[in-house]
């Protein structure tokens, strides 16, 4: 009896670039959070209505909040953070995206060099390049096995657990799936403390020590945390780990979060009103670092360096230093691409 393929032409059909378990080059995808494709209010909207309707990131229940996003917030809001993301947009695009590229590039390059079969691609979660077609792409190069590396030091269930979801619902959807692996959390690792303390280093050398180094966090809702996310301890394994290695400089460093959202109480100190504090009872130098951004973005070039600065100044500081993301700096992208390596073990 003849058998009939119903559809010849999947995803895998007849495909030798597929390949099967331990052959063809290693696949490497970075993954961050996401931006808008252009400083646009219709592009922030879209970018906005895809971030806010993922149920890991706003944890209410799911009609309740789609009627407040579709009749408040994405009526609202785009029209308000376009003009800030115009504010610092590159001439290559988003900085997330261009210095996410940049890093990729980086690492593919530094991999390659130590003789290793690798192909590495960014995608971010939310926004374009999407994680399914980077995803392809790897497939397409014969990756059949494949590290994800979600680019948040500090795990959370709104970022690192959101692209785990994303990375398996598209591979539910294939037949011929590949090998994985997933990096979940780098926040005490050497590679990266000793990245975050060179910066440090460099922009002493560059502009002095202020009297205190603030470090600063995304914020969470303290209901995460309670419910079991561990990114608040996370942080401050972080912060612990950098305040070994600057010693004496470690005394002058404090721990704050950002970018929180709505009425709900987030994890404290807020990191603005406490630069405003400080500021009125005399304080009038501060170095403010954002280590678990490794890219800088929105939040850390427009919320910290514009929003955060003006608000220390204005309230009576006189010196106000912001000191860049890692980003794609030689030495973050050597330290990286060894962490990533040790991780593919085995694979390689």
């Known amino acids: 009896m003849t058998r009939f393929i119903s559809d010849p032409q999947g995803p895998d059909a007849l495909n030798p670039a597929v390949a099967g378990p331990g052959r063809g080059p290693v696949g490497v995808l970075l993954v961050n959070l996401g931006t808008p494709d252009a400083p646009t209010p219709a592009a922030v909207r879209r970018y906005l209505k895809e971030f806010l309707s993922d ?9 309740l909040w789609q009627v407040i996003l579709r009749a ?13 993301y115009a504010q610092v947009w590159l001439d290559r695009g988003s900085p997330l995206l261009v210095y996410g590229q940049d890093l990729a590039a980086g690492v593919d390059d530094a991999l390659r ?19 399914g077609p980077q995803l392809e792409k790897l497939r397409a190069a014969g990756c059949g ?52 303390y060179d910066s440090l280093q460099a922009h002493w050398q560059a502009h002095g020590q202020a009297e205190r180094l603030v470090l600063s966090f995304h914020g969470l809702p303290q209901s995460c945390v309670r419910q079991g996310d561990p990114y608040f301890r996370d942080c401050q394994r ?11 400089d470690g005394a002058r460093l404090h721990v704050c979060f950002q970018s929180r959202f709505g009425a709900a109480p987030w994890l404290q100190p807020y990191t603005q009103p406490t630069l405003e504090a400080w500021a009125r009872a005399g304080v009038a ?3 403010v670092l954002c280590p678990g951004f490794l890219a800088d973005c929105l939040e850390t070039l427009e919320e910290i360096n514009l929003a955060c600065r003006h608000a220390f100044l204005a309230a ?22 060894d962490l990533l390596a040790r991780n593919l073990v085995g694979w390689i």
Request: proline share 8%.
């Open 316 to 337: 009576g500081g006189r010196e106000f230093h912001y000191v860049p993301c890692l980003n794609a700096q030689p030495g973050w992208v050597r330290g990286f691409s």
């Open 72 to 84: 408040f917030v994405l009526t609202r809001r785009p029209g308000a953070i376009a003009p800030k």
């Open 55 to 63: 149920p890991r990131v706003v944890e209410l229940p799911r009609w």
């Open 113 to 131: 060099s130590q003789g290793l079969d690798v192909r590495v691609e960014l995608a971010m979660r939310y926004g374009q390049p999407a994680i």
């Open 145 to 196: 096995r494949i590290l994800v590396a979600p680019l948040y030091p500090q795990y959370a269930a709104g970022t690192t657990a959101t692209v785990v979801d994303a990375v398996t619902a598209h591979l539910a959807r294939l037949r011929h799936q590949p090998t994985l692996r997933f990096l979940d959390r780098f926040n005490e690792e050497a590679v990266y403390i000793d990245a975050l």
């Open 238 to 248: 972080t912060a612990a780990a950098l305040r070994a290695r600057l010693g004496a």
């Open 285 to 287: 130098s501060v170095d």
